[in-house]
Structures are given as structure tokens and as C-alpha cells.
């Protein structure tokens, strides 16, 4: 999920990674899968990611590019992933659905007329977790012995609970929703190059003179992935009603509007299925030989296309120090 309207609202620095080097990051995992595994379809040939069976992992080259960068920050990654999705999230995941079939049909007239480029783009498009994508990746995450959290419900709101009761320094998602969930203190953009983006929770909220609660109530006023917001009103708008009145259910009677499950909404945010029934540790001690033999033989992965990868990920190893890793 994301609120792209937060970003207006919240507190973000260019943070160095030296600054938080040794953390433990809760690793938004769909998220992040998401945007390796568009970038690396964009980019790789589909045979490079593709099984004779015709089975796709490219989420295992993702991977094995994406981890290193972690690694050799000396960032510890607890992969945390969804659970089962909310209904409430239905017209979200339909709208996704349609826009995936539409960049289908584009992608089928791009290959007929022989555009190769934008064929290529529209199929990161049509990209989507499946069962097989989600075996491989706790496959390999399991060989690398790279710790891993199941939610019982959305992967942000556990990530923010790990966050909260301090089990984890930061939380690591491209989506704004995480100030919503609560998280302390969110890194950004650690799939991007150069320095991640911090995002802070109570500076968000002093900036903006609002408690936690009305940050939410501004969010759903704005819409999330939950609900449709009010029309007209984006995050200046919502912030001066709430300062009006107070919360949504005033600002709601104020101007004779209504959203549907707006209190369910709110309550997801405020208080979402977590669970506090999951083993971190940071000695993380990778079975290297393994997690080459499963991306390269069982998954038909080419060599060329993961070797420097595992090498970033023995390198950092001896240059942080784990010798265990080795």
C-alpha cells in the first residue's frame, strides 16, 4: 500500500549510511520484492529468469542484487511479509488486477510491431508475487539465513510493531503508510543508489501540529488503499479541518460527507493485526554453497547473472568483519 499525498506531510533527511551502520532494519517484503522484481524483468532477457518448465524467478536474480547492498552497510534484514489481505483492500488489489491486464494487451501490441523497449517496460508492469515467487524467495532468504517475520495481516503494520517495541531499529518500505502504522523511524529508497531517506515519525507529526491519531484521520480524509477519500480534499485541505474540528467523525459531520468503513479503516491503522510470536537474530551465518546450488541448479538461474551478486555478499562479509559469515 501507499499514500503518495503523506510525502507533503512528512519529515524526510538524506541519512548517510555510516550513520546507521550495525541496525536492524524490518524489511517491508512485498514492497521490496515488488521493486526488485520490476526492475530486474525491465532489465534481464526473460529466458535469464524463466525455467524450462516456464516457471518465473526473476525475484531470485532480484535478490541476489538487491541484498548486497545491506550487507555491505553492515544492515541486518528481517524480511517481513503479508498475511492474509483485508477485505477492505479488494478495490485496491481489482484496480491493480486492471491495470496488470491492460499492460498485458500493450505489451502484446508493442512485441507485434517490434518496439522490443517498450514491450520490456510494459511487462514489469504485469509483474505480480506468485505462490512460486513467494516459495523461491523464503527458499533462498532461508539458505542466506536472513531472517524472516510472517504478519498475520499487512507486512508494514508488523514491521511498524517490530519498530515500536524496539526489536528492530528501522523499518524499510518505499510507502509513506508507514507513519500511519506507527514505525519510528522509516528508511527509504534503500533499493535506490545512493544514501537512503529517513523518515521520522514524531517529526512528521510536530511539524504538522497533529497526534498520531490525526495524522490518520488526515490520511483517510485524503484516501488510502482502504477507502476512497473525501472529494476535493488533499493533504493541506484535510490538515486545516482537522485543526478545525478536532477528528474525521467531526470533520465528516461538518461537511455532510461520508466514507464507507471509515471507522474499520481507522482501526486498522491504529491498531492492526500483529503478532509478537517471531525469533529475530542477527548472527546471521549464510550457507553460501547452498543458496548458489538453489538459484543456479534447481532454479535454472544463470551463473553470470548471480555470481557477482554472491561475490558483493562474500565480500561485505569480510570487510564487516562477520568471519562467521565464511
Known amino acids: 500500500m501507499g499514500n503518495a499525498a503523506l510525502r507533503q506531510l512528512a519529515a524526510l533527511e538524506s541519512v548517510a549510511f555510516d550513520e546507521i551502520s550495525g541496525s536492524t532494519v524490518a524489511v517491508d517484503a512485498h514492497n521490496w520484492l515488488y521493486r526488485y522484481l520490476t526492475t530486474t524483468v525491465k532489465f534481464t532477457r526473460e529466458t535469464a529468469y524463466t525455467t524450462e518448465s516456464g516457471a518465473e524467478v526473476a525475484n531470485l536474480i532480484g535478490i541476489v542484487q ?43 501490441a508493442a512485441e507485434e510491431r517490434g518496439d522490443e523497449l517498450a514491450a520490456s517496460r510494459l511487462e514489469a508492469r504485469t509483474q505480480r508475487l506468485t505462490e512460486t515467487i513467494h516459495e523461491t524467495t523464503r527458499g533462498l532468504l532461508d539458505r542466506l539465513d536472513v531472517p524472516t517475520v510472517e504478519a498475520p495481516a499487512e507486512g508494514e ?121 517471531y525469533t529475530l537474530h542477527t548472527d546471521i551465518n549464510p550457507d553460501m554453497d547452498a543458496a548458489r546450488s538453489y538459484v543456479i541448479d534447481d532454479w535454472e538461474i544463470p551463473a553470470d547473472e548471480v555470481d557477482r551478486g554472491f561475490e558483493r555478499i562474500e565480500t561485505s562479509v569480510v570487510q564487516t568483519g562477520l568471519d562467521e559469515w565464511v
Open 66 to 108: 538487491g541484498l548486497p547492498k545491506f550487507f555491505e552497510h553492515d544492515l541486518t534484514p528481517v524480511f517481513v511479509f503479508d498475511g492474509g489481505a483485508t477485505e477492505l483492500k479488494d478495490a485496491e488489489i481489482q484496480k491493480r488486477q486492471v491495470a496488470r491486464e491492460e499492460a498485458v494487451e500493450l505489451q502484446a
Open 157 to 277: 503494520a508488523q514491521a511498524a510493531e517490530m519498530a515500536i517495541r524496539g526489536d528492530v531499529d528501522y523499518v524499510g518500505s518505499e510507502d509513506y503508510d508507514t507513519l500511519l502504522f506507527g514505525a519510528p523511524y522509516t528508511l527509504r529508497q534503500l533499493t535506490s543508489k545512493g544514501d537512503p531517506e529517513l523518515m521520522d515519525l514524531q517529526t512528521t507529526l510536530k511539524n504538522n501540529d497533529l497526534t498520531r491519531e490525526q495524522l490518520v484521520d488526515v490520511a483517510i480524509l485524503c484516501g488510502t488503499d482502504f477507502n476512497d477519500g473525501v472529494s476535493g480534499i488533499g493533504p493541506a485541505t484535510a490538515i486545516s479541518a482537522i485543526t478545525d474540528h478536532g477528528n474525521l467523525w467531526s470533520v465528516l459531520d461538518a461537511r455532510d460527507e461520508f466514507i464507507q468503513h471509515a471507522d474499520r479503516v481507522r482501526s486498522l491503522f491504529l491498531d492492526p493485526p500483529v503478532t509478537d510470536e
